[in-house]
T-cell receptor, first 114, second 114 residues
Framework: DGGITQSPKYLFRKEGQNVTLSCEQN?????MYWYRQDPGQGLRLIYY???????QKGDIAEGYSVSREKKESFPLTVTSAQKNPTAFYLC?????????????FGEGSWLTVV | AQTVTQSQPEMSVQEAETVTLSCTYD???????LFWYKQPPSRQMILVIR????KQQNATENRFSVNFQKAAKSFSLKISDSQLGDTAMYFCALNAGNNRKLIWGLGTSLAVNP
């Protein structure tokens, strides 16, 4: 089945640790996105990538890093510099970063700092 | 600046009845697209309906339809014959011009009561 796979579904991070959230898509989409969602809140864009080996900061990029070495993959690293990382993280993709294209989402990952 | 406003944080409806969720937006672009997404308790974001600004006809998907008022910059979602499975957060989103990012509203929490 075509889709977007995020892993792990639940992740616990200790203070000072870096963690990486995986996002893989087999939809042959060029553009990929990472969003953060806090309880009862909307979506905030962390990073996005329009093409392999290229990515841009979103609205809340501080404390996060990404890479786009393969078309299918767009992992997100939450670094120790992110002071309040507990949130729900959504990965998304679309065929190209043009306004008409529908964006599709993975099932999300919960990150909790312990 | 491009903005999306959802003025109803919470709504409820009785099963089998009709409910309308409001969304207003602002953009100076002539070419843009509007979306409604649903996020049920599972947190998976699911596309409900999509509207191209250049189309005068309102989009419809089964029990879901929109009332697109371009001059008023309004994009409301009507859910007919509400079902318990419609209980979810509903997000309105705008993608305009050459903007590679979607602009999201803060969402409306809809509860369908038996």
């Amino acid at each position: 089945d075509g889709g977007i796979t995020q892993s792990p579904k639940y992740l616990f991070r200790k203070e000072g640790q870096n963690v990486t959230l995986s996002c893989e898509q087999n939809l042959n989409h060029d553009a990929m996105y990472w969003y953060r969602q806090d309880p009862g809140q909307g979506l905030r864009l962390i990073y996005y990538s329009q093409i392999v080996n290229d990515f841009q900061k979103g609205d809340i990029a501080e404390g996060y890093s990404v890479s786009r070495e393969k078309k299918e993959s767009f992992p997100l690293t939450v670094t120790s510099a992110q002071k309040n990382p507990t949130a729900f993280y959504l990965c998304a993709s679309r065929q190209a970063a043009f306004s008409g294209n529908t964006i599709y989402f993975g099932e999300g990952s919960w990150l909790t700092v312990v | 600046a491009q903005t999306v406003t959802q003025s109803q944080p919470e709504m409820s409806v009785q099963e089998a009845e009709t409910v309308t969720l409001s969304c207003t937006y602002d953009t100076s672009e002539n070419n843009y697209y509007l979306f409604w997404y649903k996020q049920p308790p599972s947190r998976q974001m699911i596309l409900v309906i999509r509207q191209e600004a250049y189309k005068q006809q309102n989009a419809t998907e089964n029990r879901f339809s929109v009332n697109f008022q371009k001059a008023a910059k309004s994009f409301s979602l009507k859910i007919s014959d509400s079902q318990l499975g419609d209980t979810a957060m509903y997000f309105c989103a705008l993608n305009a011009g050459n903007n590679r990012k979607l602009i999201w509203g803060l969402g409306t929490s809809l509860a369908v009561n038996p």
